[in-house]
């Protein structure tokens, strides 16, 4: 509660840690520092901790649309999904941070299209949105075998800004595609 915490990473291999590692730095310009919201510096009237496992109130409401996709055809050769057709994206968003806002939507597959339109939209409820990451995953749904990696990428909600967004995504590794964007809505209520 008191002084300055330090955190080393020590990363040693890529995949879904990292890349919200990387989210939550993304706030503050991805200088690599974060100030704790007040609550966690602060005690309760009786003395108490904050505890990211008690029930507390909805105080924000996140939709997210997710419109559209493109650039893979630009960032991939065009057999690096499928050897004979065009590939078949859907996007899977989730929803980190304190227990009771963890969530998971997908959309609807879209087949044999290298510029998907998804006009989905999504409802999250948060209790602590002060902790929470948006994360975005784009895969290509493969029936033989284990679908693949298509790009993601992690925001802090709280910076998300209201109104539609192209959003970059990145690869495993966490560097940003050249050209893949997705076409995104984000609306607070």
Known sequence: MHGAQMIAFNMQGYGKSLWLMHGMFRANGGCGYLKKPDFLLEKGPNNEVFDPKRKLPVTKTLKVKVYLGDGWRLDFSHTHFD????PDFYTKVYIVGVPAD?????TKIIEDNWSPAWNEEFTFPLTVPELALLRVEVQ????????????????PVLDLRPGIRSVPLHDKKGEKLKNVRLLMGFQFV
């Open 102 to 106: 963890a969530a998971k939507r997908k």
């Open 140 to 155: 290509e749904y493969d029936m033989s075998d284990k679908d693949d990696f298509g790009g993601q990428t992690c925001l």
């Open 83 to 86: 050897s004979y057709s065009p």
